[in-house]
């Protein structure tokens, strides 16, 4: 079963503005991960926040974690149409031994 | 190597054939794991392998389904008698330990269609 749940499903915006997506779980987390995944290729890793962890940046990456509310957030700014990708949240949990996906947002950037 | 590495990257194969799919992780990687993705979804954990010691099994969907990483290196994932509802990219990921802190290098998948 699917542990997050990202929102929005799909994003479509202008090359230059920033997209933001949300990502909610249900169990406490030892990490939440970002993921990226072009058409027909396989992930990858973005960035990583730990669950004492409230912000991080990467480039133009930055990555929120709320943990009070289970929920995190990916902000990109300054999209460029190669952000165009699917974008999946995966959460590892203290006891667990693996990573477990949502759904993902497909992100679109028009030139 | 300097990527994971999945083999073969396409595969057809008729309901009821068997089939492997093979994955070369990084070098020196100790943690191995197995997803299935099917289209339009998040991928879903099947298996995990710390060396050659297979420590989580619980997401693979039936009896049909068997992994193994005997020299704690390249692991096969194996689908007996495929059926329909085996179609989907399998993909294969690798971590230098836990995955704790580390995030996964994925390999680029194998598209199982099942005709």
């Known amino acids: 079963s699917q542990q997050g749940e990202e929102d929005p499903q799909a994003l479509s915006i202008q090359e230059g503005e920033n997209a933001t997506m949300n990502c909610s779980y249900k169990t406490s987390i030892n990490n939440l991960q970002w993921y990226r995944q072009n058409s027909g290729r396989g992930l990858v890793h973005l960035i990583l926040?730990?669950?004492?962890?409230r912000e991080k940046h990467s480039g133009r990456l930055r990555v929120t974690l709320d943990t009070s509310k289970k929920s995190s957030s990916l902000l990109i700014t300054a999209s460029r149409a190669a952000d165009t990708a699917s974008y999946f949240c995966a959460t590892d949990r203290p006891s667990g031994s693996r990573l477990t996906f949502g759904e993902g947002t497909q992100l679109t950037v028009n030139p | 190597g300097a990527g994971v590495s999945q083999s073969p990257r396409y595969k057809v194969a008729k309901r009821g054939q068997d089939v492997a799919l093979r994955c070369d992780p990084i070098s020196g990687h100790v943690s191995l794991f197995w997803y299935q993705q099917a289209l339009g979804q998040g991928p879903e954990f099947l298996t995990y392998?710390?060396?050659?010691?297979?420590?989580?099994k619980s997401g693979l969907p039936s009896d049909r389904f068997f992994a193994e990483r005997p020299e704690g290196s390249v692991s096969t994932l194996k689908i007996q008698r495929t059926q329909q509802e085996d179609s989907a990219v399998y993909l294969c990921?690798?971590?230098?330990?836990?995955?704790?802190?580390?995030?996964?290098?994925f390999g680029s998948g194998t598209r199982l269609t099942v005709v």
């Open positions: 926040i730990r669950s004492n962890e």
């Open positions: 990921a690798s971590s230098l330990g836990g995955q704790r802190d580390h995030g996964y290098t």
């Open positions: 392998f710390q060396n050659e010691a297979q420590l989580d």
